[in-house]
């Protein structure tokens, strides 16, 4: 009769033993394929960003007028995954060279994606604005800096000639 018992126990932990690898495992299965979405996710916020700014800039270098202020509101989503994100202007040695689109997650920023703005830095010299202090433009309407979080609101990519040289930025848009 003592032997169904032990029979019996040690059924019962190899039982709990599996449930718990089981869960352990789909956990560990599931966090991989949640950062693999989080990242392409970002991955394509990146390079929206990036493309929008090489629009910005050029229609800035072949416009007529001096000084102009170009902007476009971009259609971000506010959170991914009910995380919120950081868009980051992060540059490079000398004016625009090497900069690159900085998304990563507040909570976790190790779970990131940089994009390089695709710029002849040689034949168009633009200055991205990566001070974390940044500034205003437009009397007060655009607020920048080198970063913006996703849920700050009506987030704008703008460029800006004045002169010879052609400044750009990410900010958040103070207008109506």
Same mark, same amino acid.
């Given at each position: #009769? *003592?032997?169904?018992?032990?029979?019996?126990? $040690?059924?019962?932990? $190899?039982?709990?033993?599996?449930?718990? =690898? @089981?869960?352990?495992?789909?956990?560990?299965?599931?966090?991989?394929?949640?950062?693999?979405?989080?990242? /392409?996710? #970002?991955?394509?916020? =990146?390079?929206?960003?990036?493309?929008?700014?090489?629009?910005?800039?050029? +229609?800035?270098?072949?416009?007529?007028? *001096? !000084?102009? %202020?170009? #902007?476009? @509101?971009?259609?971000? !989503?506010?959170? +991914?995954?009910?995380? @919120?994100?950081? *868009?980051? +202007? @992060?540059?490079?040695? &000398?004016?625009?060279?090497?900069?690159? *689109?900085?998304?990563?997650?507040? %909570?976790?920023?190790?779970?990131?994606?940089?994009? !390089?703005?695709?710029?002849?830095?040689?034949?168009? !010299?633009?200055?991205?604005?990566?001070?974390?202090? &940044?500034?205003?433009? +437009?009397?007060?309407?655009? /607020?920048?800096?080198?970063?913006?979080?996703?849920? $700050?609101? /009506?987030?704008?990519?703008?460029?800006?000639?004045? &002169?010879?040289?052609?400044? =750009?930025?990410?900010?958040?848009? #103070?207008?109506?």
């Amino acid at each position: #009769m *003592v032997h169904v018992t032990i029979q019996h126990v $040690a059924g019962t932990v $190899a039982l709990i033993c599996l449930v718990t =690898a @089981v869960g352990f495992s789909f956990s560990l299965t599931s966090a991989y394929f949640r950062d693999d979405v989080l990242t /392409r996710q #970002m991955k394509d916020i =990146a390079e929206y960003v990036s493309q929008n700014f090489v629009e910005i800039v050029t +229609l800035v270098k072949i416009s007529d007028f *001096v !000084p102009i %202020t170009l #902007m476009r @509101v971009l259609n971000l !989503p506010s959170s +991914l995954d009910g995380r @919120v994100y950081v *868009v980051e +202007l @992060v540059g490079g040695a &000398g004016p625009g060279g090497g900069c690159q *689109v900085h998304v990563y997650l507040v %909570t976790e920023p190790t779970v990131s994606v940089r994009c !390089p703005l695709l710029f002849n830095f040689t034949q168009d !010299p633009v200055k991205f604005e990566t001070d974390p202090e &940044g500034g205003t433009l +437009l009397d007060g309407k655009i /607020r920048y800096s080198n970063a913006v979080h996703s849920v $700050a609101g /009506r987030i704008v990519a703008w460029g800006r000639l004045d &002169g010879k040289e052609i400044q =750009a930025g990410i900010g958040v848009w #103070m207008g109506e």
